[in-house]
């Protein structure tokens, strides 16, 4: 017994030594001299990170530590004093003792939605102290500066002239903008439920800034499920199907998941800067000109690949893609 015992303790070791490599590979971009003498270097470290991982985490980044200190205490407090009793009431009381499959069809989070562009919704949002919706505006408006300077980044990698993806998600009122605050409580049975189902992000480019005490989320990454580190006061950046679109597939969106821990509550603040609803999206034609490239990609509006994927979310995206192909076709 005590052999098998010893054996299990090395296997759980070298696992734990095995994520902890991952984890170092994982793209750490810091955007201090991105105007300066290393902007070639590290918009070639993004290039890297838009191709071969979907993911990459930025420091100094702009938005001030305190900032971000500020956002994390209010999102804590408001979940503990507003919403943790509403989770434990209507997911946590079903309780896990009875269930011994996976639960499929559900995710163990507790979440709320702020809408900042093209209007905001950040007045309406009930039980929200006046600082913590003067802390997520002040928040917001850095974050969506952020975005657009990434976007010019993502540009100018991509041959596209300045402000192309910005103008892609323009549509008529400007991109949607909003943001998902997520909690994942402590989960009695993290084997049976995921915090977060796998999924792709269906919009253009998220950024989040996550809880760097508990961490949940991974990526997927050549077959194995990666662990995004969770680093005090990074920015994680993601891209969505519609930057995959726009670049004819070099740029990949990436399947990714939370799990559920036992050791905590994580939080996850997620901002999404997406296309306008009625913006048409479309392979980038200066991406089309090269001999080799074939159109793979369809033309449609995002509101109506938002429709699709509200039914789809939990699915492969690649049969969304097709059925617009189809439909164009």
Known sequence: MHKQTHIHQDYLLELKK???REMEKF?????ANINGEEKKATLEQIEDACQNWGFFELVNHGIPHELLDRVERLTKEHYRKCMEKRFNEA???????????ELKDMDWESTFFLRHLPTSNISEIPDLTQEYRDAMKEFSEKLEKLAEELLDMLCENLGLEKGYLKRAFYGSRGPNFGTKVANYPACPKPELVKGLRAHTDAGGIILLLQDDKVSGLQLLKDGQWVDVPPMRHSIVVNLGDQIEVISNGKYKSVEHRVIARSDGTRMSVASFYNPGSDAVIYPAPPLLE???????????VFEDYMK???TLKFQPKEPRFQAFNAVNS
């Open 308 to 310: 699709l994927y509200s």
């Open 27 to 31: 793209p750490v971009i810091n955007l």
């Open 18 to 20: 095995e994520k902890a």
């Open 91 to 101: 997911v946590g009381s079903k309780g896990l003792e009875c269930v011994q499959d």
């Open 290 to 300: 090269a001999k080799e490239a074939e159109v793979v990609y369809p033309k449609f």
